[in-house]
């Protein structure tokens, strides 16, 4: 919130710099307060606030010449930290490293203290993230597939937005438009000269231009508007810059420009019911009501009794993130798309699906890697194709319903012991034997496969193989001498 409020005071107060003077309308800070979309994604949704905030911030040191050679010093520092905070956050680091060397004078000093800086504050922090995590980007970058053109998604998720926030698409051409006005008589403020207002508005425009670009590229969001909320400050500044020059200090006119500004973001309609998802896109706050909230805290901390001080691995999926958070779990993967997991993010794109949500974990990973023990709810079986690969046996944690995924017979008897309910496997597995001579072939082909990745590679088990290989003797020959094999083997 800190942040948030800092952008809008940051915008409030750099304003002589985009109107020449400062006894006008702080357009630019009104504007940002007034889109629905930033209050929103305040406190929460991949550091909004505090990579706007620093981009922002920034853009305001570069652009004032009366810091000279530190100010363009401790520009590279904040962008350094925009840098850290997003990957995407090289590109105004880039831009002000143009900015610096084409608009500022002395050039050579700015440059330096400029790249200097950042380099100073960066470099060592990427060499820690190589050597820590092997990626100098975060894991997200490949469990979005961002390195992927995805130009028909994204342009539908920026079409969204800007049908939204229409006003602030029309601000890059307003202050084209400005920029070829003449000059209006001069202020006698001691504010920004015309020169100087224009390098900072080319400046704003990069930027701005520079984040929709890069989520147009990537295929944006699931989640609207989220990524493009960077661009939406250097937006609102051209906007204020426009209205502020076409009016030629005529201060009724730029009062009443602002006025219908301020009154198109406030008005601003979403452009599809907060319920609806078009193309994979949500309003993400529309799922998570207050009781919705309180339900997921309430089967967290239940399923916090059962795991707390075992050793429990568990995958998740989607807002099952919450779920995982109260439940603490010694190791819980989220397995949809690989956000905090090295192999699932890495994994080569098979298709193009939701945005956000297209790498699955695969069955192998799950049980032989990470030995995963459960999965939550339906939505997680379903999710991950488990009935593919593995029989179903559930168990219930309270009022959390799950699926048991790895056997593991010391944790599942200290489950049961503290009140989680399944079907032991012993009796699922006699139950097979009993059924085994009628079996079809394509059953058998179907089901055997599922039982022995589940239990009898995990357990062994050589006396049920032994008989189920009894069972299967008359009718099925072929596969009664591969299991009396494996049963040898288990001994």
Do not use: C
Not at 323 to 342: N, Q
């Amino acid at each position: 919130m800190v942040l948030y409020v800092s952008t809008i005071a940051l915008l409030g107060f750099y304003r002589p710099h985009v109107t020449g003077r400062s006894s006008t309308i702080p357009l630019a800070a009104l504007g940002m307060a007034l889109i629905a979309d930033w209050n929103v994604f305040a406190t929460g949704g991949l550091e909004a606030a505090l990579y706007t905030f620093l981009i922002v911030l920034g853009w305001s040191l570069l652009i004032d010449e009366g810091r000279g050679p530190r100010g363009a010093a401790a520009a590279g520092l904040v962008f350094a930290l925009a840098a850290m905070t997003r990957p995407e956050g090289l590109m105004p680091a880039g831009l002000g490293a143009l900015y610096a060397m084409w608009a500022r004078r002395p050039r050579r000093a700015l440059a330096f203290g400029y790249v200097g800086m950042f380099l100073l504050a960066w470099l060592p922090y990427a060499v820690w993230k190589l050597a820590y995590y092997g990626d100098v980007l975060p894991n997200t970058y490949y469990a979005k597939s961002a390195a992927l053109a995805w130009w028909s998604q994204g342009w539908l998720y920026t079409s969204l937005f800007f049908r939204k926030y229409w006003v602030l698409a029309a601000s890059l051409p307003l202050a084209a438009l400005a920029r070829l006005m003449p000059e209006a008589p001069p202020s006698s403020g001691g504010a920004a000269s015309r020169s100087t207002a224009d390098a900072a508005m080319v400046l704003a425009a990069a930027l701005a231009l520079a984040q929709i670009l890069f989520v147009t590229r990537v295929g944006g969001d699931f989640m609207f508007a989220r990524l493009l909320l960077p661009a939406a400050p250097f937006l609102s500044i051209l906007l204020e810059y426009g209205v502020a020059r076409l009016a030629r200090r005529r201060l009724w006119l730029e009062a009443t420009g602002g006025a219908a500004a301020l009154a198109a973001l406030a008005l601003a309609r979403d452009p599809f019911p907060p319920g609806q998802m078009v193309g994979g896109i949500v309003h993400e706050w529309a799922f998570y009501t207050r009781s919705s909230l309180e339900q997921r805290r309430r089967q967290g901390e239940s399923l916090g009794h059962y795991f707390s001080g075992l050793p429990v691995r568990i995958a998740i999926v989607g807002s099952q993130a919450s779920l995982a958070w109260y439940a603490d779990p010694a190791v819980a993967i989220e397995a949809h798309t690989g956000l905090t997991d090295r192999t699932v993010a890495h994994l080569a794109l098979a298709k193009r699906g939701r945005v956000g949500h297209e790498k699955v974990a695969p069955i192998w990973y799950l049980l032989e890697t990470r030995h995963v023990n459960f999965t939550l709810e339906q939505v997680a079986a379903t999710t991950l194709s488990l009935d593919d690969s593995l029989p179903y046996l559930p168990i219930v944690f309270g009022e959390v319903p799950g699926r048991i995924v790895y056997w593991d017979t010391t944790l599942l008897e200290e489950m049961r012991r503290r009140g989680a309910r399944y079907l032991d496997i012993a009796y699922v597995v006699d139950q097979i034997i009993a059924a085994a001579d009628g079996m079809s072939e394509a059953q058998l082909r179907a089901d055997l496969p599922r039982l022995e990745r589940f239990y009898f590679d995990r357990v062994g088990d050589p006396a049920r193989l032994a008989r189920l290989a009894a069972a299967l003797e008359r009718r099925h020959p072929a596969e009664a001498a591969a299991l009396r094999e494996h049963a040898a083997l288990a001994r």
